[in-house]
């Protein structure tokens, strides 16, 4: 008996439409690791930036998923997180923020709205198994 080829195409939707990740965050590399990331989970990248993007006033439309990458915290970045988190409330965008230790308490104090999935120190297995609960 033969199995059919499995066909690969990007996650859609209940509707059909494609399932879309924001992605921000500050070190390039990092940047490029989360939108490989973002494209193994067959997610569509509808905007990738730096994370003070988040706070600036240009307001970009937010994917269905929204990925930050958030290691270190200043009161502008905190200012930020608070807003995509409001944002993502609204929206019913899922937020998921990657963070070290040492920036928890300060991302845990923002992020209070959107019920996120918080990542500490995560690697690129648990950053996968939290898109695919995102897209769930």
Known sequence: MMQADFAYSSAKDAVGLSVSVSIFADC?????NLAEDAEMARLE???SDALDALGGGDVVALGDIVLVDCPETDPSMLIALARIDMRAARSG??????TSPEALDDVFGCVDQSRPQILVN?????RLVALGRAMT
């Open 93 to 98: 965008a899922l937020l998921i923020v990657a």
């Open 45 to 47: 990248v509808r905007h």
């Open 28 to 32: 390039e590399q990092t940047l490029s």
């Open 122 to 126: 995560a690697a690129r297995s648990e």
